[in-house]
């Protein structure tokens, strides 16, 4: 997951400096795929912490900043 966050960052500083479209692109799409890694690995996480009845609760809990 580590490994994913940092590709996220570099990529970050690579599409923040990029001054031609295709290396902008490529960034952008590292972005997206590091993103999607990290995101999978941390619900897959909480779905092997959490018991079924509390999985709601924590998704729920995770999902409301999303509203505000």
Do not use: C, N, Y
């Amino acid at each position: 997951m580590f490994q994913a966050v940092i590709v996220f960052g570099l990529a970050t500083i690579v599409f923040a400096l990029s001054r031609t479209i295709w290396l902008s692109i490529v960034a952008l799409i590292a972005m997206g795929a590091a993103d999607t890694i990290s995101v999978v690995v941390r619900v897959t996480l909480a779905a092997l912490r959490f018991t079924s009845p509390q999985l709601g609760e924590v998704f729920g809990v995770r999902g409301s900043h999303r509203f505000k």
